[in-house]
């Protein structure tokens, strides 16, 4: 059976590795910049940090800083209109997840036309998007590199997940120095949800041997290096390998796919307006105890790389531990314990599980579940 591997055509790691991205910039003669962030980052000096990199070169810029933390419709479109009033020739991305999915978004529908939710699917579009120059300021989402674009519709109160390989970025940048700032709250968000789009990925029906060796890697690297990121976070080494970390969960995801934890976060994320990585981090151990059914040697797997002594333990024995060592993890950088701490409502779960099994991530589990049972894993959850 063939196969396809996607992933941006460069991608630059290491700390100070920031000025590599100005220098493509400049090779590539770009003129015009639209840069896509959030409010923070542009309040407290990242994004003037780098526009005053571009200024340098003699490239013109200008800041879109109003992505919502689950960046929606409306985002994507005044976006668009800046790029458009200021006739800009591609697009920098700089932040987390959702600065990188509304750049993605915007850069998409500028060169294919429509509207974003157009293109909710897999592969919709017909033509690459806009150029777009992913730069990293956390170690979860991996959206700087992937094929994924998760934009929410606040008309239907879902998050719409496109799968594109269009719009993959043209170069991706983790400089680990940038990600020293990251609150101790968002580090362990981005890191559980890193490990999610790992352990997805290496259960999805969609796994190669190439998925399989850099999600069992990123597994490791995460259970080794997140608590410490969480409890010191200028520590730039345990920055570094959590930013590699990311990247090879990404590098997994973006071609093997995702699951069930995925497709019912992203409805949580659409209804509520939660955190993503929160989301992914409470559901994560009740989606692999409902998948143990079906692939428990792959947990086990899963269990030895988070450094659990599995030689002599069955695989049902080895996927519980799996799922243990989940847990553990999630408790030691502060995950909640469940989704009523959040905020979600049992009243609610018939809608949220229909519209989970809508999700294109849901294709990819390797159990295939019922509406009744994709409830009774929310409620397990709650």
């Known amino acids: ?43 407290i000096g990242v994004v003037k940090k780098f526009t005053d990199l571009l200024d340098k070169e003699q490239i ?18 005044d976006g668009l209109a800046m790029l458009k009033q200021n006739d800009c020739d591609f697009v920098v991305s700089l932040g987390g997840g959702s600065p990188h999915d509304c750049a993605k978004g915007i850069a998409l529908v500028a060169s294919n036309g429509g509207e974003i939710a157009d293109y909710e699917g897999v592969d919709v579009s017909k033509k690459p998007q806009l150029p777009l120059i992913a730069i990293n300021t956390t170690a979860g989402t991996a959206s700087e590199m992937t094929r994924f674009v998760i934009i929410t519709d606040e008309t239907r109160h879902v998050k719409m997940a496109i799968v594109d390989k269009h719009a993959t970025p043209i170069l991706s940048v983790n400089d680990p120095s940038l990600m020293v700032g990251m609150p101790a709250s968002l580090t362990a968000a981005t890191g559980m949800d890193a490990l999610t789009h790992a352990i997805e990925a290496y259960v999805s029906t969609g796994a190669t041997p190439i998925t399989d060796a850099v999600a069992l890697k990123a597994i490791e ?58 989301c992914n981090a409470v559901l994560l151990p009740h989606v692999q105890r409902y998948n143990a059914k079906v692939c428990p040697e792959r947990l086990k797997d899963i269990a030895n790389s988070m450094g659990v002594n599995v030689r002599d333990m069955s695989v049902e024995e ?65």
Do not use: W
């Open 1 to 43: 059976m063939s196969t396809s591997f996607y992933m941006p055509a460069l991608n630059v790691m290491g700390s100070g590795c920031l000025v590599e991205a100005i220098n493509y910039i400049k090779d590539q003669g770009f003129k015009q910049g639209l840069i896509v962030s959030d409010s923070v980052l542009n309040q």
């Open 60 to 77: 013109s810029s200008v800041v879109f800083d109003q992505v919502h933390p689950n960046p929606t419709v409306s985002n994507v479109n």
């Open 221 to 278: 690297l995460i259970q080794a290096n997140l608590p410490t990121a969480v409890e010191n976070g200028e520590n730039i080494e345990a920055r570094e390998q959590m930013a590699y970390a990311q990247f090879m969960a990404g590098m997994a995801f973006n071609n093997a796919s995702l699951g069930y934890v995925h497709a019912m976060a992203h409805q949580l994320g659409g209804f509520y307006d939660l955190p993503h990585g929160v």
């Open 318 to 382: 080895g996927a519980n531990a799996a799922i243990s060592a989940i847990e553990t993890l999630s408790q030691k950088v502060g995950i909640p314990a469940g989704l009523t701490e959040l905020g979600a409502k049992d009243g609610d779960i018939n809608l949220l599980a229909e519209n989970a099994l809508k999700d294109v991530c849901s294709l990819t589990n390797p159990r295939q579940a019922s509406h009744e049972e994709i409830c009774n894993i929310f409620r397990a959850a709650m």
